[in-house]
DNA sequence: TCAAGGCCTGACCCTGCGTCAAGGTCAAGT
DNA sequence: ACTTGACCTTGACGCAGGGTCAGGCCTTGA
């Protein structure tokens, strides 16, 4: 008679494995001996290998006992059913590999490579980290919710940023990123914003946006405007007293 | 400001995965509101979609931390790292889909298919079923011991059988399997086995076995003989009067 | 006779959450 | 004012396949 541990080995198991498998049923409990020692015979031996290897093969434990059973019509479909399962996860793994290949550290991460050479380009036309940072956030965000039309608004936003007047009126923007709501470059701020937006809405009247972001993916972006300025509200109540709404989704307040 | 499910369907994740990661200490938990409701900001958002972006990657959990405060050197590394990882786990993968493709349902369970022929041959001569249970159960402890030296020992095996002899001894032995200890056929069979033994002595005189297996298995091999064959005891202290004691590995008495 | 080592059960640990349970909160409709 | 249904809270168990203690009994060899 063998001992646990002997069987163990003669399988090459661990001696937690065997009673692991007595706990989940797949091998039946053995006879104690009088101390409450378990006792194996031989065939306890074949039993285990046979598990193992079914284990060993990559089938769960919780098929082994089905598999054990099955005549060869029922072992062969659930070998393919195995096998399917197996290759969801290489697959899983592989798109895994091609992910995490393509991930960069740092403020690039969760950036589409369009969304760093645009952060990189405000950079070099001297905008302000603060700026650069809401911007990234909010292009993640973009990202994360409209993973396939991204590209297009970033190209659209790429143009923008190469425009003369919206760059300087942005530039200056930027400088009052951490201003007091009393400021007085405010008002006039709001003045040029509000200028280029109707200069903007005139050109573009009838035409609809081609890409349009949905009313919460607008509100979470407003919200991360918000969060960010401390003068926004500010801003936000002198375009309102021009006739505009909203930042991200700019609107004509409707009479 | 959000709710817990607002954040989650920003960031494309469930309820219970924000909350598991502010119990991991991935993302800080947000002030609550007067009833206790986290509530979040939108910059949670971004930290939310970071994390999920790394996971989706691939990357555990518990390497998050590190990976959001990494420099480039050190997510390069630890991006290494975790594409090693998953190249692990995707061979093994591999290796358990070569191996189920090879496995066959019921007794050839754990069998390398020379055995497979091997028991299939023993049907075709005759043999009782139990008999070749047993054999089949001896080959597949001897290819878990030794997987390596199975085919070889087999090879000898396929051969004995093929031995005009011994496979009438074996077929008679067969006869056995049920009998009781006092029948009167086990004396003559235990003659029989002793004059072929020793003959096959004579001719392998010097010749050491070229596949010797471990005593352990020996052991083990004679266990299950015994367990299977309830004369096996008389039979081995018949050969015992005869001079041979073992029956995997039976050798002379030593003197 | 004593120490080492084997055996027993029970319990917690890992991953990445899913899924109750049992209750408090909020907004809307009646 | 009341109800309903959706949402929020914490706590806990479950999954796969065991690893790794802890605390205590048993056996075996010196």
Redesign the pocket.
Known sequence: ML????L?SYAG??????????A?GLLP?PE???????RYDASAVVALIRI?TL?DA?????R?RELLAADADEFAGAVEDIDRQLRVEIRERQRHRERISQLAAGDSLALPPEAVAYLSRMRELGFRQQVIDIERDSWIMIAAQMPGEAAALMAIKHAQIENETLRKLYLDFGDLVDCLPDDPRLPSLSDRVATFIEAEAVAAAGVEQEQPISDDLVALLDAAFIESFPCAPRLLELLQERGWTGWTNIRRIAQ
């Open positions: 001992t646990i541990s002997q163990a198991v661990t001696v937690r494995a065997v009673r692991h498998y007595h989940k409990e104690r001996d009088h101390s409450g020692y378990r193992r284990a990559g089938v769960p434990l919780s082994v």
